[in-house]
């Protein structure tokens, strides 16, 4: 089995929820993603601007760092490290969550490391 190949789950943890109002506040997510914590990113009451800002510097670390960037919900975001993976049914979960209780982060849910 090489590097690239996935293995069987080892630990588990929560995904942290952050909802960030200023251009300040992306660091936090991407420092986690540097420390191989998936991060999600609640960008519902950050304004279309602030959004899109999110985006361009999100997109370039993840890029950087080999991860990936999944949209979750229409202002919702899950930063996922490279090594990291999540069951599409957490992320289902996670979603649906989000999704029900808009004016509050979605709570944390678990992922397997490999």
Do not use: N, W
Not at 14 to 35: E, G, K, N, S
Not at 61 to 73: D, K, N, P, T, W
Not at 79 to 101: F, I, N, T, Y
Request: glycine residues 6%; contains cysteine; aromatic residues 6%.
């Amino acid at each position: 089995m090489d590097a690239t190949t996935p293995r069987k789950a080892r630990t588990r943890a929560t995904v942290p929820a952050i909802a960030p109002t200023t251009y300040d506040d992306f660091r936090q997510p991407v420092d986690r993603l540097c420390d191989g914590i998936p991060m999600l990113v609640d960008l519902d009451h950050g304004g279309e601007t602030l959004e899109r800002r999110f985006l361009d510097f999100a997109a370039g670390a993840v890029y950087a760092l080999s991860g990936h960037i999944e949209r979750i919900a229409p202002h919702a975001y899950l930063l996922m490290p490279r090594g990291v993976e999540l069951p599409p049914e957490d992320v289902h979960h996670l979603r649906e969550q989000h999704l029900a209780s808009r004016h509050a982060p979605a709570p944390g849910i678990s992922v397997r490391r490999f």
